[in-house]
């Protein structure tokens, strides 16, 4: 009797260090989509990250990056800055993204004009990185993305 008390006793404890083992691998490798979210703001995201940019590439379009959010804050009214901080933080993997958040803002014309301009440049400095090859990556990436865009609406309709 003890002995099979006994079994059953180390059975439910080999059975709890496996499962606890299963939950933990488990949950780090979770497909929530906040969890890739976090991931991949880490990392380039989009046709970037298919690009096998250097290091070096990549910190400049992170500073590119840092310095075309300051710009845009400084067109921003103290308001508006708020309700982006707060609609950039709420967002988490919904669809919409940036152009839903800057709708949002109820932005005056001169703003979306400068915003515009500001996003302009920051698209050239980006590319300006990039080598001919990668260039011609991005190139066929979006020419891509645009032909299954236009897919997409033609059978929406």
């Known amino acids: 009797m003890k ?5 059953l006793v180390a059975g439910a404890i080999a059975l709890t260090l496996t499962a606890t083992s299963w939950a933990v691998n488990a949950e780090t490798i979770s497909s929530s989509p906040f969890l890739i979210a976090q991931e991949q703001s ?6 970037w990250q298919k690009l096998g940019l250097t290091d070096a590439q990549k910190t400049q379009l992170q500073e590119i990056r840092r310095n075309t959010r300051e710009e845009i804050d400084r067109v921003l009214t103290e308001e508006q800055r708020a309700q982006l901080n707060n609609a950039m ?13 800057m709708n949002s803002l109820n932005l005056s014309e001169a703003q979306k004009t400068q915003i515009r301009e500001i996003k302009r440049s920051q698209k050239t400095k980006m590319e300006a990185i990039l080598t001919p090859e990668q260039k011609a990556q991005l190139d066929e990436i979006k020419n891509q993305m645009r032909a299954r865009r236009q897919q997409y609406q033609q059978n929406k309709q």
């Open 42 to 47: 880490r990392e380039m995201r989009g046709p």
């Open 89 to 101: 933080q709420n967002q988490n993997g919904k669809r919409g993204g940036w152009r839903g958040i």
């Open 3 to 7: 002995f099979k008390n006994l079994s």
